[in-house]
């Protein structure tokens, strides 16, 4: 580091920017030779900016005011201001300055490099403040003042400052532009950690549009350009991102990876909290919100709130916890949350997850070739966590270029909506919440859309719970349709390294059930990363139907029009309470059901009682406290409160989370009757309704038979005598790449095989074919699904919910990919007598019969269920 160099090593911003690290070494390097005066002081500069960045504060401010003694000894004004402005800077960061911050300023604005760092950091002092107007006011001021080539180092992080500030301040579309100049002048300068920088900015401004998917992969690149020190800062932000899209166990996971930063969260109360402690408690206190531990959020908010002054940034962001978990807790009151000066509203999900029975394998399986449903290979079966998130918090670390100032503010029209509805008005705020004409582009992933617009779920909650309150049948229902509108993946993943790991898990998936205890022990952490690895850059896009039209019909008018002499009952639970909603000849109805936990256990027995009597080989009989009792208690949990305005009619449900595996064909009042399920009402439309029912002409067919059991290969040929032409698919050419090949726009596509599905992993839910299990995740490589779909094997039309309660697994894969029908079984299927009843099934569809009417004279009783607008 010698004068005149041109390099940027003489450039503290740029050296810093680059990497920490390498700076302070560099400017160690220079002051243990021989130097100029100034050369020293920009030295003594780097080291400093160095050692902050490196989390030194102190030894900073003690390096920078050195560095300004030695210029102005020197006769160096210029340097000496540009050291002045770098320590008011840290001042400023640090909350403190007083009398010395103002002697600072006075003597830094004599240069205009110096009084252009001098506006950037009084935009920073706005900003942690949460005066985002005026720090944006403050980055332009800052702009203006840079002097062309001379400042050019300074100018990528003015703009990623004043991309956060006009992010918080609401202008969208202004703080992406920021941000990816940003972006792009760092990359063009070799400043690498500023680039992380710009891409950790660049992932909140992804979580406050509602793009997690496009905010963990900008995180996850951050992670690999950052210095060490700044990790923790960056995760806190990746955890808030997965929080955000609902993700409460993995964020939770995320921060316990923080090790003594999470911990000394949980050790405030008397004396100031840092920054970076500060963000990891609140999240903390946000995880324990979604998993719907409010009181022990409560406290940990409480004693949060204490650890700062009354009147900062994070005490009103304690106070938000305090008031979440306190009204999420007691439902019915209706006071408003504490105002801020850009408020938001990032919840998590409006749905929990699954009850502790449907969808998981039973505790101990018969393991033998007379059942589609081999022994699990890898993660086990397991139940998701309930949780109902109540906070609206968004984390993000700014640079100035590079200190970290962490302020985590809620935004947007979702906070405005909450008002809205707590004031008592649920039906005019959905309108606010429609996106712009393509604002938002498809992903290529089904888990990815289903974890998208949490916070709009969450709003949607509070909108169906303020509905019910008021007994407005039709309002609660356009909430509860808004919560999950369809969305189609935007087509097939094409990304190289995501596949490669797709088709690793199916080699260990192969090598497992061969018996290789090492295969076995490798599958669960290659689950977990195959399921985060789909947040990747090709497919980080959100989707673009989390929220219907302006001029799309309430949905009970749209489904009345639609239904055709059959019922629709969408099944909905709101903050642990569950209600029927019917929409029957154009009246849509509320329907209270029992206790939310009365359901779940009751749904759980029928189904484990069900599955012990198919393992058992016991089909033929049901003893008076086993399948039939359970059947006609759950039938009088469900069916029994709405049963009197459905009659007989053929039905459409929308199943909430506790009950997307139920088989419900085992039900009295269901037995022989049409039951057609879906995602939602919508979805049913969007699949073409009462008009969608198949022509006599199957077109074309597939029929596939995995390697075992013995009789899949049977069924098919049997089924081949109904299908004259179809394409038979066994033993060697029963691979997963041509079955997909085939399958790919079928009009019918047969498969028998083994199936496995797991509560923890849904999309791995699989049949086996003759190479390998063909999962869930490898529907969405087909460019469309078979339009109807018939899965021979146990388990796989069990749906899987995700935390925001949309449905996961093999037949939401095939139904979102285009499918219209899906056949398939949620126990354990019998291969003894599967074969002949499915005989008299494609008799009935290929003479025209609806699938739900073959269905529900030829496989309910064994456990099947019709997905779809059968």
Not at 157 to 180: F, I, P, Q, T
Request: net charge positive; aromatic share 2%; proline share 7%.
């Amino acid at each position: 580091m010698t004068p005149g160099r041109t390099d940027g090593t003489l450039d503290p911003i740029t050296l810093v920017a680059r990497d920490p690290d390498l700076a302070r070494r560099r400017a160690e390097q220079v002051l243990g030779d021989d130097c100029t005066p100034t050369t020293r002081s920009i030295a003594l500069r780097t080291l400093g900016a160095a050692r902050r960045e490196l989390g030194d504060p102190a030894g900073a401010e003690r390096l920078l005011r050195q560095s300004a003694a030695v210029a102005a000894r020197a006769g160096d004004p210029e340097h000496a201001a540009q050291a002045r402005a770098s320590r008011l800077g840290l001042l400023a960061l640090r909350g403190s300055g007083g009398y010395a911050a103002r002697t600072l300023a006075r003597l830094s604005a004599d240069t205009a490099s110096a009084r252009a760092m001098l506006l950037t950091h009084h935009g920073l002092a706005a900003a942690q403040h949460g005066r985002f107007d005026t720090a944006v006011a403050g980055f332009d001021a800052a702009l203006d003042a840079l002097d062309g080539d001379t400042d050019r180092s300074l100018l990528p992080g003015v703009l990623s400052n004043r991309g956060l500030a006009l992010m918080y301040a609401g202008s969208l579309a202004e703080s992406a532009a920021d941000l990816e100049g940003a972006l792009s002048r760092a990359s063009d300068s070799g400043q690498t950690a500023l680039r992380g920088v710009a891409l950790q900015n660049l992932g909140c401004l992804a979580v406050r549009t509602g793009d997690p998917a496009r905010a963990v992969a900008c995180f996850g690149e951050a992670e690999r350009l950052v210095p060490a020190q700044r990790l923790p800062l960056v995760r806190m932000d990746h955890a808030d991102a997965l929080l955000a899209a609902g993700m409460h166990r993995e964020a939770a996971r995320m921060l316990g990876g923080l090790g003594e930063l999470g911990a000394a969260s949980g050790r405030y109360g008397g004396g100031r909290a840092t920054t970076e402690a500060a963000t990891a408690g609140l999240l903390q206190a946000k995880v324990l919100l979604a998993r719907g531990d409010t009181r022990a959020a409560r406290g940990l908010a409480r004693r949060l709130r204490r650890g700062f002054s009354d009147d900062s940034l994070w005490a009103e962001l304690a106070r938000l916890i305090e008031w979440s978990a306190r009204h999420s807790a007691v439902p019915a009151q209706r006071s408003a949350p504490p105002r801020f000066t850009r408020p938001s509203t990032r919840r998590g999900p409006a749905n929990g997850g699954a009850g502790p029975g449907p969808g998981a394998a039973p505790p101990n399986p018969r393991r033998d070739d007379t059942h589609r449903c081999p022994p699990p290979a890898g993660a086990g079966s397991g139940c998701a966590d309930t949780a109902e998130a109540a906070t609206a918090l968004a984390h993000c670390v700014h640079s100035a270029p590079l200190g970290p100032v962490s302020a985590m503010l809620p935004s947007g029209p979702e906070a405005a909506a909450l008002r809205v509805i707590a004031a008592g008005d649920h039906r005019s705020p959905r309108g606010r919440l429609v996106d712009p004409p393509g604002g938002h582009r498809p992903a290529r992933h089904l888990e990815l859309i289903v974890h998208a617009r949490a916070h709009r779920r969450e709003v949607a909650a509070a909108g169906a719970r303020a509905a019910l309150r008021a007994g407005d049948a039709p309002a609660a229902l356009d909430w509860t349709e808004f919560a999950s509108a369809p969305a189609l993946p935007a087509g097939p993943c094409r990304n190289g390294p995501w596949l490669d790991l797709l088709d690793r898990c199916r080699a260990l998936h192969a090598r497992a059930h061969r018996g290789d205890a090492a295969a076995r022990r490798e599958l669960p952490a290659l689950a977990e990363t195959l399921s985060t690895a789909q947040w990747h850059a090709d497919c980080m896009t959100a989707e673009s139907g989390g929220a219907p039209s302006r001029h799309e019909p309430p949905a009970a008018a749209a489904l009345s029009r639609n239904l055709a002499g059959r019922a629709f009952v969408r099944y909905v639970r709101v903050h642990g309470t569950d209600t029927a909603i019917t929409v029957v000849d154009g009246r849509t109805r509320l329907h209270p059901l029992p206790s939310a936990p009365a359901v779940e256990d009751a749904v759980a027995k029928l189904s484990y009682a069900a599955r012990t009597r198919v393992l058992s080989g016991d089909e033929e009989t049901s003893a008076p406290d086993g399948v039939a009792a359970a059947a006609r208690r759950v039938d009088r949990l469900l069916i029994g409160p709405v049963s009197e305005t459905v009659g007989d009619r053929p039905l459409v449900i929308a199943p909430s989370p506790p009950v997307q595996a139920l088989p419900w064909g085992l039900l009295p009042s269901l037995r022989g009757r049409e039951v057609s399920v879906a995602p939602s009402g919508r979805a049913w439309l969007a699949g073409g309704g009462a008009d969608a029912d198949p022509p006599t002409g199957p077109g074309r067919v597939v029929l596939a038979a995995g390697g075992a059991p013995q009789g899949a290969a049977g069924e098919v040929g049997a089924l081949a005598s109904v299908y004259p032409g179809a394409a038979v698919l066994r033993g060697a050419e029963a691979r997963v790449e041509q079955v997909l090949r085939a399958a790919a726009g079928a009009g019918v596509a047969h498969l028998a095989a083994h199936g496995s599905a797991s509560a923890q992993t849904p999309m791995l839910a699989a049949v086996r074919m003759e190479d390998g299990p063909l999962f869930a995740y490898d529907i969405e490589r087909l460019s469309r699904a078979p339009r109807v779909t018939v899965l021979s094997s146990c388990w796989v039309g069990g749906a899987m919910p995700a935390s925001s309660g949309a449905p996961l697994g093999m037949a939401a894969s095939l139904l979102a990919m285009g499918g219209r029908v899906v056949v398939a079984g949620v126990l354990p299927v019998s291969d003894r007598t599967v074969g002949s009843a499915m005989l008299g099934f494609h008799r009935a569809l290929r003479a025209g019969t609806a699938p739900a009417r073959a269905v529900a004279d030829h496989l309910a009783g064994a456990g099947f269920v019709c997905y779809g607008t059968g």
